[in-house]
Structure formats: structure tokens, C-alpha cells
């Protein structure tokens, strides 16, 4: 360990190595372990954090709507790309674009926050958003508009892994979660946005243009905030900037309180000693050619470090779980297909029901906003996952008692590919396409479980189809992107990046199967599938997800560090809310 680092450990006028209580007592110095108490009296986040975090969340909202307004979008469109009707191929790779865009460079953004730093990259993604924008907007041809939608594909698999790690490494251990959920709101209410924005724009000539060139206006206000934004603290120490670091930390815990600047001080002491112990940790691990280039090895290091090391290595098995767990529960196939399952269930107006089923993911989410720092990740997990398998199997349920017109039935496939919202939509396209060309069709219609669409099995379709979203929202819909707070500072970004791309491809794999799951077993056994990959995605976090509410980053290492920590987790939670009521 060389001295400046270990000088690092303690304030200026201390001197290197182990002091008496009497020496202790000059200045703010605190002993790291007391940091835990002292954050624990914080009654409120300060306006400098909220600020951050709804500066920061931005990104979510163009997040939500990018993925939401293409429903709207590929509907109007009519000729206006190259002079023609789009065809089921144009459909999908327009849609498809972003998905695969965002599934490529979750991992390579997982480096460049690193190297750049967070703030830097939520500054590129911006900046994409943008740019995506205002080529779909110009876009007079397909390839254009698939462009377009690439870009916008990097900026929203830049935006969803690093708007969390950004909140979680500002806010204080007593709100973090309530504010990483602040980013999963912003999604949720962009969806929201894209569904009212397509519905004003709908019957407006070349509304298109307008639906997906709106995205640029929020990304514009974010360029606008980010001057104001600093580098979170905890990257700063990393690179070397402790004063830098310990303003911003002032500002995060408040300015006038000697318990603010002991807490200050504890932090900065807590987050150096870890960065000191991985950097000794690397030295001693690293074992690479003179020839090989120091940031080449250094990043192959991150990775070696991230799947070698235990506590690193569980961090991801959780992490990635959570995150698959989220796609594979088929909450997408029931979001983005929800007017079209509405339309076989004989609504009229199908995209009112829809639209119901969006404002209910917001609606919840805001609960989960409230609840999550209260109840903690792995109880409302615990609590809510049994309550969408219900949802689930209910809907299962109730397609198997509804039959679809004829005319729906025949109307399907265009149905499908004009109705579809984002990623999955387009993935479902190419599905189709390719069962076509292997001779198989997809007709739901044709199902013989299939019973009539009058009577009560519709609205209780809409039930559980609201019952299964708002479990959702309080649940898998936000804990997993709290999944920065499971890493080690050192490997934070680049776990969070592979996780995220576990998402994306989770997604694409849901893309994949689901009409062939339809096909095979029918649109009951596909929702009824669904709800047993709830289940096993129940015992998955019963097993493995430790409680991490109210912790410190710092300390959820040391919660990994023998195996996944489950009990003593549950214990320290336990022990937490006890002090809390005294």
C-alpha cells in the first residue's frame, strides 16, 4: 500500500497508524463503522438529491416513451418511408433496432463509466437521445428510420444501467432505494406519455413525425440540467479526487451539521479503504505480459475480478437473476400486446383497457416509491411475486373461457404487427416471419380451449391483467435496478452493464418464444407458463436475494462476502427496525 493512500485513511492531522481515543477526538474524524448510525438519523433527502435524481431520471422518461412510442408510430407511418406500405420485415427491424442496439452496448458502457465517469456517460446518452430523435423524425426512407432507431437503441442501453448506478452511488443508505425507483417512475410514466402523445398525433397528417421528434425536447432539458450535476462521490474517490468527493458529499448530507461532517468524513473513510483493498487485491491477481496495454489489462482485470472473486461474483448471480427474472416473467408480451389480447376479448375500444394498464404500472410504481425503503427489496419481492402468479393464472384462466370472432381471428397477424409497442413488438414481428417461413401460422383463434367472449370473463381479464401489473410495478418492476447497491466499487459498473444487458437479452429471448409459445400451446398455456416462471422466480430470491435496506454500498460487500447472506441479512433488518421504533 503506498503512502499516499494510506494517508487517505485518516483526516490530515492524524498521523499514519492506530491512535488513542485522545488523538481520535481532534476534528470530525469518525470510525467508519459508526457511519451506519449516523445515516440512520437523517429524516429527509436534501433538495441537492432530489434534485439530482429527478435531473438524472430524465433519461428514464425518454427511456419509457422511445420503447412506448412506436405503437403509435408504425401505425401512422402509412407510405411516408420510401414511397410504400411498410412491410412485416420493415416492422421489425425498425422495433427491433433499439432492442438489439441496447442489448450490444450495455456491457461496453459498463466500461466507460468506469473511464469516463457516470455523469460523462448519462452526457452521452443525451446526446443520443437527441440524435435518435431527429433522424426519425427526418427519416424519408426504411433504412433511415432503422437508424434512427439504432441510435436510439445505444442511448436507452446507455440510460437504463447508468441512471441507477448514478442515484444509488449520491443518495444517502435511508433513501436509496425510494430514490433509484424515482428512475423506474420516470419510465413507467413515460409509457404513459407515448400512449397520450400517439393519441393526439394520431389523426394529425405526418403526426408520426411529430410523436418521435418530441423525445429530443426532454433530452434537450437534461443537456440544459447536467451542467449543474456533479460526478458521484464514490467514482471521484476512485480516481483520485478526495476534496472533490467530500464537497459533493457535503452537499449530499448538508453543510452546517458537525454530525453531517463526521458522517462526510465517515464515508470518504468507508469508500477509501475499500478502494485500497481492491486495488491490493488487483495487484496481487494481476499476472499479464509487459506487452499488453495497462488499460487493456486493467479492464480484463474488472472482469477476471467480477467472476473470480465470491462476493463479486454472487453480486452478479443476483443481480443478472433479478433482471431476468424481470423480462421472463413475460411482463412485456401482456404490456406492449395488451390492446390486441383486449381486442380478442372482445373490447370495442381496446385501447382504453390499454391504457388503464399503463396508468396502473405508474400508479404502483409510486407505491413501490413509497414502500421500498419500509417494507425492503426482498420482502416486497417475496410478497408481491405470489400475487403476479395469481394475476397470471387468472388471465390464463380467462382466455381459455374466451373465444375471438372470426374476424378477429383472420385479422391477427396485421393486428399484431400494427398494435405492437417497442422492443418486444418488433422481436414478435420477426417471430412471425419466421414461422411463416417454416410453414407454421399463428391463429389464435383456432384454439380449442377457446369459449365465448360474453358474459364475465373479459372484465375479469381486465382484473388480472390490472392485478398482475400492480404487483408487478411494486416488485420486479423496480427492485432490480436496484442492482448497483449488490457490487463492489470496483466492478459497480461493469456488474450493473452485464446485468443490464442480462435484461435486454432476457427481453429478446421473451421476444423470441412468445408466439411460438402461442402456437404451440395455445394463449391460456402461455399465460399459465408465465406464472410458473413466477414461482421459480419466488424461490430464486427466497434463496439467494439478500436484504439490503438501509445498508451502506460499502457494507453490502462484506454481506457477500462467505455466501449470499440471506440470514444475516434478514437479522440486520430485523435488528434495524427494532432500533427504528425505539
Known amino acids: 500500500m503506498d503512502t499516499d493512500h494510506q494517508a487517505l485513511l485518516r483526516p490530515p492531522h492524524e498521523p499514519l497508524g492506530d491512535d488513542d481515543d485522545e488523538d481520535r477526538s481532534r476534528g470530525p474524524y469518525i470510525n467508519e463503522h459508526n457511519v451506519d448510525a449516523l445515516e440512520a438519523t437523517i429524516a429527509k433527502a436534501s433538495w441537492f438529491v432530489w434534485t439530482l435524481t429527478f435531473a438524472a431520471g430524465v433519461s428514464g422518461l425518454l427511456f419509457g416513451y422511445d420503447t412506448g412510442v412506436i405503437s403509435s408510430t408504425l401505425i401512422s407511418i402509412g407510405t411516408s418511408l420510401s414511397h410504400r406500405t411498410l412491410t412485416t420485415l420493415d416492422k421489425s427491424l425498425i422495433t427491433s433496432a433499439t432492442s438489439f442496439f441496447a442489448l450490444l452496448v450495455s456491457p461496453i458502457t459498463g466500461v466507460l463509466a468506469d473511464a469516463l465517469g457516470r455523469k460523462r456517460v448519462i452526457v452521452i446518452a443525451s446526446g443520443l437521445f437527441i440524435v435518435g430523435a431527429i433522424l426519425q423524425c427526418i427519416a424519408t426512407t426504411v433504412t433511415l428510420m432503422i437508424v434512427g432507431r439504432s441510435v436510439v437503441g445505444l442511448a436507452v442501453g446507455s440510460a437504463s444501467f447508468v441512471v441507477p448506478l448514478y442515484i444509488s452511488e449520491l443518495a444517502p443508505a435511508p433513501f436509496r432505494g425510494r430514490l433509484v425507483t424515482v428512475a423506474s ?29 418530441l423525445g429530443a ?30 464537497r459533493v458529499l457535503r452537499h449530499v448530507y448538508g453543510l452546517h451539521s458537525d454530525g453531517a461532517e463526521k458522517l462526510v468524513q465517515g464515508v470518504l473513510l468507508r469508500v477509501q479503504r475499500e478502494v485500497i483493498e481492491e486495488e491490493e487485491a488487483s495487484v496481487t491477481r494481476r499476472a499479464f505480459p509487459s506487452r499488453v496495454p495497462v488499460k487493456a489489462a486493467r479492464i480484463v482485470d474488472r472482469f477476471r475480478e467480477l467472476l473470480t472473486v465470491g462476493p463479486n461474483r454472487r453480486a452478479l448471480t443476483i443481480a443478472c437473476m433479478l433482471q431476468g427474472a424481470q423480462q421472463l416473467c413475460g411482463f412485456n408480451s401482456l404490456m406492449y400486446f395488451s390492446a390486441t389480447i383486449f381486442a380478442y376479448a372482445g373490447y370495442t375500444h381496446p385501447t382504453t383497457p390499454s391504457l388503464t394498464v399503463a396508468c396502473t404500472n405508474f400508479l404502483f410504481t409510486l407505491v413501490a416509491f413509497a414502500a421500498i425503503d419500509r417494507l425492503g427489496r426482498r420482502r416486497i419481492l417475496l410478497l408481491s411475486i405470489p400475487v403476479m402468479a395469481v394475476g397470471m393464472v387468472f388471465c390464463s384462466i380467462a382466455f381459455s373461457h374466451i373465444k375471438s370472432s372470426t374476424a378477429a381471428a383472420d385479422a391477427d397477424r396485421s393486428e399484431l404487427a400494427s398494435e405492437a409497442a417497442g422492443v418486444i413488438a418488433a422481436i414478435k414481428a420477426a417471430a412471425a416471419q419466421a414461422a411463416a417461413a417454416s410453414g407454421k401460422t399463428f391463429n389464435p383463434a383456432a384454439e380449442a380451449d377457446v369459449g365465448s367472449a360474453a358474459g364475465s370473463w373479459p372484465t375479469i381479464l381486465l382484473l388480472a391483467t390490472a392485478l398482475y401489473v400492480a404487483s408487478y410495478a411494486l416488485g420486479l418492476g423496480c427492485v432490480p435496478w436496484q442492482q448497483s447497491e449488490l457490487f463492489a466499487l470496483s466492478v459497480r459498473s461493469i456488474g450493473s452493464g452485464l446485468a443490464t444487458a442480462t435484461n435486454w437479452g432476457a427481453n429478446t429471448i421473451v421476444g423470441l418464444t412468445f408466439l411460438p409459445l402461442i402456437d404451440a400451446f395455445g394463449t391460456s398455456g402461455a399465460f399459465a407458463l408465465y406464472a410458473g416462471v413466477c414461482v421459480a422466480s419466488w424461490f430464486c430470491v ?8 438501509g445498508l451502506g454500498l460499502e457494507e453490502v460487500k462484506d454481506l457477500l462476502e462467505k455466501d449470499f447472506g440471506v440470514k444475516k441479512s434478514v437479522r440486520l433488518a430485523q435488528e434495524r427496525s427494532s432500533m427504528a421504533v425505539k
Not at 192 to 204: K, N, P, Q
Not at 220 to 239: A, D
Request: aromatic share 14%; glycine share 10%; hydrophobic share 50%.
Open 217 to 246: 425536447a426532454p433530452a434537450i432539458l437534461q443537456l440544459c440540467l447536467l451542467g449543474m450535476m456533479p460526478e458521484t462521490p464514490r467514482w471521484l474517490v476512485k480516481v483520485g479526487r478526495r476534496e472533490q468527493a467530500e
Open 542 to 549: 427466497w434463496a439467494i436475494y439478500p436484504e439490503t435496506m
Open 185 to 213: 417512475l420516470f419510465i413507467t410514466g413515460g409509457q404513459v406519455v407515448a400512449y397520450v402523445v400517439g393519441w393526439l398525433f394520431s389523426d394529425v397528417n405526418s403526426g408520426w413525425r411529430w410523436m418521435v421528434g
